[in-house]
């Protein structure tokens, strides 16, 4: 449990001298503060009118996700792949460290760094929740953004999984790009297509389990196992194609 | 403490190494000695835990390298031939982490013990990035160190290291397997003579043979040869000098010493000085020549390790 944490800090402490994070963080925070402006605005206007309901965060944190789906692959791709490529992977190998230490300490360092930055956009809703007036629905905000969190982690894990099975960061890149396409826009068509069986697909499909629930105040148990899921495949994936680098 | 039987690791259809036995023991120095592609780093990553073998048995440290893989890593310290390093990172962050990842109780002091054992404490809070290849060698060389580990292990410990840190690291090294075992790769033949207690030459993934290096350079001269140079031109020294009972061959060399050879045991310098002597020529140099560890290393290995 301490190496997961020692390995963890250390990336975390490396996304403050990445380029790449900072280049993440400042377009999420742009992006989202854009986004707020614009809810206040609207707010603002319709309630001279008082018409339309309190403004929520669901707005933002819904752009938060989309904005998830483009920017994890550049936070975990070179996670694993450039250890390898930098030859440090013989070096944490070697060391009295697990497979499975190594990787969750990696995914673990990428959850906080994001983690910071998801803390850091609570400033909307706070700034929101004192501008209207009865205040913003505490119980929306809180599934909303337990929904970011658990996107973030399975992003997270998968995109960790994915980078320990490449040993080219620039594939990892791709591949974890268009594995979370994949999740997020394709895996669903076939539900809507299909007699029947459907029902897998409609499953698989992420944006089902953070739309229609968490973003709007639900949480199911079956939204939760679906990300918990994703969590553990990834990184097994991570861990399983470490232990067969050993083998190969 | 190194104890291997047997050990074979095929990469796909390439065999790296094959049927390596060899042990260690504890306070020795093993040099591992051979051509590129030998097999040298193959070995070491399988003793370290990096990888397993294909076939046979490793125990180090009182631990099986595969199912007790663990207790084997915490046991060993490893300089990779590569030197992989974090350069995002100080020297001092680097090895901090390294000692973390051994939960080392006094951590910091610990750092602070390996980077003045390699002569970097002036360079402790500069980037890794920043440093020379010397420096860094040195760097992976205090991560090895880190936690006193019961069996070093180094692959290619002095390569690119200034002769000054070269003396200095075989010191340290000479120092740590006094108590501790030590196998060290190298190409260096003077080195392995240097520093070793034992040398195992391995060429194409076998052990050709190995012996302390006094005794393989016994081993495999036949005779011994001295070199003799006096002062002025000698044109009759090389007769004169085969004049002496137990001389066996003599030959005058282009720079006008010569050179002769006696059977092993059967010392002879004393009365071909009192000839010459005699013979009214002013003695400059006698010395023995016995034929380096280079030479015996390349009769071992063949001509391959040239090719
Ligand atoms: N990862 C790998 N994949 C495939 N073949 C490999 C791999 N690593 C080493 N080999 C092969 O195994 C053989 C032994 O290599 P090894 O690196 O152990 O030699 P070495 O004795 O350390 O050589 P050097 O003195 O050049 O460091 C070589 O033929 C090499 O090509
Ligand atoms: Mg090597």
């Avoid at chain 1, 938060?64 to 692959?73: E, I, R, T």
């Avoid at chain 1, 099975?165 to 994949?182: K, L, R």
């Avoid at chain 2, 125990?59 to 893989?69: H, L, N, P």
């Avoid at chain 2, 016995?290 to 001509?303: D, N």
């Amino acid at each position: 449990m301490k190496n997961i944490w020692t390995i963890a800090k250390r990336e975390y402490d490396h996304y403050f001298s990445s380029p790449v994070a900072y280049a993440v963080a400042f377009t999420i925070l742009l992006v989202l503060g854009i986004i707020f402006a614009l809810n206040i605005f609207y707010y603002a206007q319709n309630s001279f009118q008082s018409f339309g309901s309190a403004p929520d965060v669901s707005s933002i944190t819904g752009a938060f996700v989309f904005m998830l789906v483009l920017s994890v692959p550049a936070l975990t791709m070179r996670l694993v792949s450039d250890e390898n490529r930098m030859g440090t992977l013989e070096l944490m190998l070697t060391a009295p460290v697990r497979d499975a230490e190594f990787i969750i300490g990696k995914w673990l360092g990428g959850f906080l760094f994001l983690f910071t930055l998801i803390a850091i956009t609570l400033i909307y809703p706070i700034i929101l929740n004192n501008l209207v007036s009865p205040g913003i629905d505490q119980r929306v905000m809180l599934s909303a953004y337990l929904g970011v969190i658990l996107i973030s982690a399975s992003f997270l894990a998968l995109g960790v999984g994915i980078s320990a099975v490449f040993s080219n960061q620039i594939a990892a890149f791709f591949v974890t790009m268009s594995t979370f396409v994949f999740l997020w826009w394709l895996v669903g068509f076939p539900a809507g297509i299909l007699p029947s069986g459907g029902e897998i697909f409609q499953y698989l499909d992420m944006k089902t389990h953070f739309y229609d629930s968490l973003n709007v105040g639900v949480i199911n148990l079956s939204d939760i196992v679906y990300f918990i899921s994703l969590i553990a495949l990834g990184l097994f994936t991570g861990t399983t194609s470490v232990e067969i680098r050993r083998w190969r | 403490m190194i104890k291997v039987t047997g050990l074979t690791k095929d990469y796909g259809a390439r065999r790296a190494i094959n049927n390596v036995t060899f042990d260690a023991e504890q306070g020795e120095i093993v040099g591992f000695l051979g051509p590129n592609g030998a097999g040298k780093t193959t070995t070491m990553r399988i003793l370290t835990g990096y990888m397993p073998p294909t076939e046979g048995e490793a125990i180090v440290a009182g631990y099986d390298v595969v199912s007790e893989s663990l207790e084997v890593r915490r046991r060993v310290g490893y300089l990779p031939e590569t030197v992989p390093l974090y350069t995002d990172m100080t020297v001092f962050d680097y090895l901090k982490f390294m000692a973390d990842l051994r939960h080392l109780p006094n951590a910091e002091d610990r750092v602070d013990e390996s980077i003045e054992m390699v002569g970097l404490t002036d360079r402790a809070s500069g980037f890794i990035g920043n440093l020379s290849k010397g420096m860094r060698q040195r760097v992976g060389l205090a991560q090895a160190l880190l936690h006193k580990p019961e069996v070093l292990i180094l692959d290619e410990p002095t390569i690119g290291l200034d002769p000054g840190q070269v003396v200095d690291v075989r010191k340290l090294i000479r120092e740590i397997g006094k108590e501790r075992t030590v196998l060290l790769s190298t190409h260096i033949l003077s080195e392995a003579q240097n520093i070793c207690d034992r040398v195992l030459i391995i060429n194409k993934g076998k052990i050709v043979t190995e012996d302390t290096p006094e005794n393989l350079q016994a081993r495999l001269v036949g005779a011994e040869r001295v070199i003799l140079r006096v002062r002025g031109e000698a044109d009759d020294l090389a007769k004169t000098v085969s004049k002496v009972k137990g001389v066996e061959s003599v030959e005058a060399r282009a720079d006008g010493a010569i050179e002769f050879e006696f059977a092993p045991g059967k010392d002879v310098r004393p009365e071909v000085a009192k000839i010459i002597i005699n013979e009214g020529y002013d003695l400059l140099e006698m010395r023995p020549v016995g034929l380096s560890l280079e030479e015996i290393f390349l009769e071992l290995t063949g001509s391959e390790s040239r090719s």
